[in-house]
Structures are given as C-alpha cells and as structure tokens.
C-alpha cells in the first residue's frame, strides 16, 4: 500500500497534572467541524457526541477492568495530552470503492497515569476511540465497559443474536431503543436512526487478539458493549460445529504493551454516505505484506449453491472430476477467473482424503491449461487439525486460495484463528474467503488476501427459507456492507415474485426479479463475486452473459445517487473508462431517475438491462436495450416489486 502524505500538522500538549485534572474537558472537532467529540475527565472517563447543532450521545462512560479489580478508567490522572492532523491518501492494493481513498482527521491522545491511554479521532463522516496500555507482561482484561447514551428514545436496526455461537446471519429488526433489554443482544454493525437527524451505524475496527463486540439494551436510550468470555474448552460435535463448553471470567489474555480494538460511531447524513464510508479500512491496521501483485480479484463460478444441477451433458453430473471440467470450460469461455470447489471433493474431517471419482491433479492441470483458478472449500476445524499437511497439498495443487467455512464465533482464539490463516495463505500467495464468520474490521487492508467474507443471510438462505428477500437485499448495503465487502453470493437465473417463491434445497431460486440479481454486481461490494448458479443456466442466458462476464469486482470510484435503507438503492460505479449503474428496490414498485451528469463530456452509449413488463408476476422478465446518452440527461427508471436494473455505459 502506498500513503500520499500531504499535510500533516502536529500540535503536543505536554502538561502533568495530578489530581487538580479532575473535571477537565478535552474536545476534538472533525475537519468540515460538523461533528464534535467532548472527552470529560472526571471520576470517570466520558465522551459525548454532537453533530452541528444537535447531541447525539449524552455522556457515556468507558473503561477498561483488569484482574486484581484494577479499573483503568476510575478516578483517572491525565499525565498528557497529545493533538494531531492528518490529510493523506491511501492507495489500497485492492481497491473496493475507490482507488484512492481521502484520510483527514483530527485526533486527541491522552496519556493516563496507571500505564493506559485514550486515543479520540474525528472524521467527517464519524469518530472512533480506542485504549492503550503499557504495561509490563501479560494483563488479563476481565471487561471492557462501551456505552453508548443516546440522547433520545431513537429506532435501531437490531440483528439480534441468540448467543455468542453465530455466523452472524440475523434479521435487522426495527425497534426502539427503550425496548431493547439487558437480556437482548446483538452483533455489529447495527444502526441508530436518529429522529430528525444522522444515521449512526455502530460498529468496530482493528479487531486483533481480542473478543468481538456485541450490543445489549437496558431498557433505555443506551447500547452497552458485550463481549464472548474467554474460551477455556470446546467440543466438536461433528467436523464444522465446535462449541465452546466451558468459558472463563475474563474476556482476554493479552500483552500489556499494545493498543485495543476502535469503537467506531459512522454518522451519515444521507442513507447513501453509509455505502460510501470508507473508516473501517481507514481505521485499521496499516499493509503488512511486501507483494501484492499476486492478489487477483475476479469472479468465481460456484458449484454448491446450485447443486450441480448441470443439464444437456454426457456425464452424470456431481462431486466427479468432469463436473467440474465442465465448470472451469464454463469459467475459461467467459473469461472468469476462479471456480470454487465447494463441501463434497473431500471426505469430511480429512483434507487429506479425496472422495471417488474426483482426480486433483487432473483438475488443477486442466484449469491451469485454461487460466483458471480453483479455490477449495474447507471445514476451519478440519484446517487448523491439518495445517501444515493441507496447506502444503494446497500449495502443491495449485490452489489460488480458500474458502475457509464454519467458525461462528469470535471470542479471542478464535479472532486470532483469522489473522493465523491470513497470514499462513498470504505466505502461499492464496486468496481468503471466510464463511460462517464474523462482520469484516479491516483485516484486508493488513491482508489484501483476505478478500472477501460473509457473516450476513446470503442467497444460499433461498434454498431453506426466504430470508434472502428483496427487503433484506437492499438494507444490508447500509448496515454490513459499511463494514466492508460481503459475499452474499449473487447471481440466480430462476426468479420469483413472493406469491410464487418456493425455497427447494437442490432446484433454488431467489426472490425478486432477473434485474434485481443483475444489479447486485454493482450494488454490492465483494473483489470476489460468485456466480451462484448453474453454468447450463448461465449458457442459455447470453443476454445477461454480456453483463455478467464484463462487470468488474473491484471500482476507481463510487457515487450513490439515490437511497433510503430498507427500501432502494441507486449506484453508480467507474472501473477504467466505463461506468456501471446498479438499482434495487424491495417488495414495493416504484421509479427512480438516473441523474448522468457524473459522466464526462460527449455521447456515451449505455446498455439497459431492465425489469420486463411483466416481471411483477414472472420474476424471470427482463428487457436489455441500447440508448445514447450524455452527462446531461436524466433517465427515470421503473421497477417491478422485488426488481432492479443494471446498466453498462461506455
């Protein structure tokens, strides 16, 4: 990653004060000087939020609770008082939304006597603090006490967990905050709809060797942070579920010299600066991999999701070796440049064990001879029982990288299970996709490898259930995809409205139009973006072919255009010279207008793909047409319930 420096101011404040600094208050404004983070040192450590002439957050306590009842944050003694500016770039080696990302704040760092400090940063478009210590050997952090004091009873978009055992695929349930109890909890990001003011998206950044964040209620205005105890012992039930049985009364072990995961408070005053946020990556842990020019974003074809429901051929289609040479043929006459070997090419608990009929070396061979890459699904337990083995037939095959699935926790060991695997690929110059995981806090930007992950209700939900609808689609682009790329698994070619959606485990379909799907490669963020269907659907399908063999996975720019969580989306994106333009609605029909004037000057020719006429009944209905246009127009759009429309302008 390379940093473009180009201003950077560095004010020190070097004061000791005893106990006379009870009381003081420290602030730091964000640069545009719309949001204002009060820190009041008194007994305790509070901060307070402000956005232009409005509060946010009344103050909220935070601490740190060690072992021995050492509370680092109760009757605190600042020793000293740090400020700084920073306006730089960042160009990330694999780019999401931009290709140059803006990183301007402002920040505050408190030195406190007892080894510990605070550190607060204002952006434009949110803040974030986060605790240090320095102090010697190993600490055990029984707590860590997070408050968020809302100044009013506002609605929250709640994925509300059932425990700390979760692949963290929940239902944002809209609810009030005084309704949310001590005994009510949920994963993050999670947003606060503010009444008459910002969206505030919760979440968190630079999370290593140490727990995730949760939230719970307490049946007011506030969000408490929780998090999983420390894992003392778990047990597998069988090869991919390995609950923990027996936790302890902390939540971390940890060396006492370091710096702890940001709390992170997003403020957007559009629905649509939500997509466009880029803390998270700006926020974590600087690029620690001296080559990336072996990362390869792209598009995968997918085997599971469709369940090998291959058509027209002279083989019995399946887990076997022609299979998936028929998907890498698929993936090499369409230029895409990965397939994914999903559950079944092993015996399940042995990496080492190949099942009939699938010849490994045959296949790398042959997807080598096509410039194809393979990626095989793993069971985590299974993984970490084989490392070493597994990593090197990996390395041995061939393999462009994996998808790792299962772990649905996050407590401390297994935080630091992520961070092993993403090294131990990066050194094999492999790709990362985690499965059942948890939210993404900026592992990419230290490991570009780590391209991609799931941790929401993706399109594999249609084979049980309808969880993936049209309503869901088009809110976790404000509320998961902030945090960052999600691989939700696009791409279905059987398309239902509601009155017609069946969920069939081996013949899925999805819910909403052809369009809805076909947007998503622009409206959702993955460097690795999956075609979920089936390469015999896909080849009968050349018209939306067109679409899905060209549209990027990754973007130099994006600009949002038009949106409002739950209920639409309209983005644009740029890759090179040509711009896409993706558009999704839930269940509710209606029309947007395509506001061109982002593009540059003269005529530019733009392919439509659009919702059919009757595709409030037939989801499959879909129109392409081919139009001029120039910055100056402005095009209204209509979409069928659950529908969308795509565009590539050129």
Known sequence: MIRHKLVVLLFVISVSF??????????????NKNLR??????????????????????????????????????????????????????????????????????????????????????????????????????????????????????????????????????????????????????????????????????????????????????????LYGKFPAFALADKARNDRDVPVTKRADFIAKTNGRRSYPWRVLIVAEKDGDLIENQIVYKLAKPLQLEDTSWIKPGKVAWDWWNANNLYGVDFKAGVNTETYKYYIDFAAKYGIEYIILDEGWYVLGDLMKIVEGMDMEELFRYAKSKNVGIIPWVIWKTL????????????????????????????QW??????????????????????????????????????????????????????????????????????????FTPGAMINAQQSNFQPIFNRPMS?????????????????LQMLADSPSNYLRESECMEFLAKVPTVWDETKVLDAKVADYVLVARKNGAEWYVGAMTDWTGRELTVDFSFLGPGRHTIDIYKDGINADRIGNDFKKENKKISARDKMKIKLAPGGGWAAIIK
């Open 18 to 31: 005893g106990v006379e600094s009870f009381g003081r208050e420290y602030e730091v404004i964000s640069p």
């Open 37 to 222: 983070l009060k820190i009041d040192v008194g007994q305790k450590i509070l901060y307070s939020l402000g956005y232009k002439s409005q509060q946010l957050l009344k103050p909220s306590p935070i601490s740190l609770t060690l072992s021995g009842n050492r509370i680092l944050g109760a009757n605190p003694e600042v020793l000293q008082v740090k400020r700084r500016s920073i306006d730089e770039q960042i160009i990330p080696p694999v780019r999401i939304k931009s290709k140059v990302i803006a990183d301007k704040f402002n920040e505050i760092s408190i030195e406190f006597k007892g080894g510990f400090g605070l550190i607060f940063r204002a952006y434009d478009d949110g803040v974030a603090y986060r605790f240090v210590t320095d102090i010697n050997g190993e600490i055990v952090i029984v707590t860590e006490e997070a408050t968020f004091n809302f100044a009013d009873n506002h609605a929250i978009y709640f994925p509300e967990e059932e425990s700390f055992q979760t692949h963290s695929e929940r239902e944002y349930k809209y609810l009030k905050l005084s309704t949310i109890s001590d005994k009510m909890m949920c994963c993050v990001p999670a947003l606060v709809e503010v009444q008459n003011g910002p969206k505030v998206l919760i979440t968190e950044a630079d999370l290593e060797n140490y727990p995730g964040l949760y939230l719970r209620g307490g049946n007011n205005d506030s």
């Open 384 to 411: 970490d029982d084989q490392l070493t083995e597994a990593m090197d037939q990996f390395e041995k095959w061939g393999a462009k990288g994996l998808k790792v699935d299962f772990m649905q926790r996050d407590d």
């Open 414 to 487: 297994m935080v630091n299970y992520y961070h092993k695997i993403a090294k131990e690929t990066a050194r094999r110059h492999m790709l990362v996709d985690f499965h059942g995981s948890f939210k993404p806090t900026g592992l990419r930007r230290a490991y570009p490898n780590v391209i991609t992950r799931e941790g929401l209700r993706g399109l594999e939900n249609s084979k049980w259930g309808n969880a993936a609808n049209p309503e869901y689609n088009v809110t976790i682009p404000f509320i998961r995809m902030v945090a960052g790329p999600m691989d």
């Open 511 to 527: 819910m909403g139009t052809r369009c809805h799907q076909l947007a998503m490669y622009v409206v959702y963020e993955s460097p």
